[in-house]
């Protein structure tokens, strides 16, 4: 009993809270992050996000409890190791789902129907869509592009057209990653264990999974190189006096300044490669963020980048 707080809190998947970030991209790329209305919507749309997350880890859970408890990992999950209850899951499941979405609906009609999509969308992947090959990744896919949408229709601020194009780029190319390493790891397994495990999981082979990568890795980089290219000019003149005295060359005030933050994208995209094929990690995207330091601090490096050439340069 000592452990069931503990046990209760796995069964929510804290971790994968940091996807749910992405909220934040709309009025961080438009110069809104200060904004304290529109911050302060983006914020509980945050919880609202968690806690719909959260029940949908909790509904796949129950739906896979048999499957995980042939999984190298997944075995040890609250549900699969007996030590929380199926039906006592369901009861959680159905008051984070009740909270978030009655939340979502008095924070915004148009985020009520985002959210209403993303639940069908997860609901639709746990029960059918993961068993089919291609369809499962675009799913998961869909459910990181629908987190930054989430962040539009809660501010009414829209993001770059490159900035979607390299959402879209990267959440392929993590939902790959996930389904690469969940290949390594059952590699010995034979077909009929694998298919036992995860069905769509027999209709990969590692080379086709590795074109799949390189492809969304690549169109993750140039999507990304564009929008720092194209982006708002306000970005690429720095007015502050501080960090731009009067005596430097005046050729130096109007750079594009946000390409300097390609550079971590890639260190981090290689980074991340490296972690898949050297590693075998990747089936948990946020699991190798938080564990691979050099990784996060790339990261993190990237969103100072990001807020020091937005934010910091202007008066």
Known sequence: MKKFPRNAFRLLRPRQWIKNFAIFAAITFTGELFNPTAFMNVFVGFFILCGISSAIYVINDIFDVKKDRLHPFKRFRPLANGDITISLAIVIAIVLMTVSLLASFFLSPAFFLITIVYLLLQLSYSVILKHIAVIDIL???????????????????????????????????????KRRNELTLISGYTSAQIAATRKSLSHYSERLLDVYASIFATSTFISYSLFSFFENSRYNAITNDLLFPEYLPDYLNNRKWLMITIIPVVYGLMRYLQDIYEKHEGESPEKVLLSDKPLLATVLIWILLVLLIIYGIRK
């Open 139 to 177: 799913a998961l896919a869909g459910g990181y592009i629908l987190r930054v949408y989430a962040g539009e229709v809660v501010t009414g601020f829209h993001i770059s057209v490159w900035i979607l194009l390299t959402t879209i780029s990267l959440s392929l190319f993590l939902a790959i990653g």
